[in-house]
């Protein structure tokens, strides 16, 4: 059974870092793209970052120059490093795997709180 598995999550100052991870478990064939989802109260669920199995990336603009997404294909890793974080900032961020087995499913992770306040 696969899982994805956040961590790194927490209580920042305006202007700190964070850096998020999430661990795919399970038997695994392989994994496609690899994204982080965030949701604030009140807001709808939206994507933040995305990173293909080659290494592209694409942001969402308001995290531009501020969030770094890359993965790790050994470990089956995905990071989200975060710095200059803003308030705006706080949600709950969501890892998300197109992820192969027998065939390709979509598989999100249980979320991870990140609070950025002073």
């Known amino acids: 059974q696969v899982q994805l598995v956040e961590s790194g999550g927490g209580l920042v100052q305006p202007g700190g870092s964070l850096r998020l991870s999430c661990v795919a478990s399970g038997t695994i064939f392989s994994i496609n793209d690899m994204r982080w989802y965030r949701q604030a109260p009140g807001k709808e669920r939206e994507l933040v970052a995305i990173?293909?199995?080659?290494?592209?990336?694409n942001y969402e603009d308001s995290v531009k120059g501020r969030f770094t997404i890359s993965r790790d294909n050994h470990k089956k890793t995905v990071y989200l490093q975060m710095n200059s974080l803003k308030p705006e900032d706080t949600a709950v961020y969501y890892c998300?795997?197109?992820?192969?087995?027998?065939?390709?499913?979509?598989?999100w992770g249980q979320g991870t709180q990140v609070t950025v306040s002073s």
């Open positions: 990173i293909t199995s080659g290494g592209t990336t």
């Open positions: 998300n795997a197109e992820i192969i087995v027998t065939k390709m499913n979509v598989y």
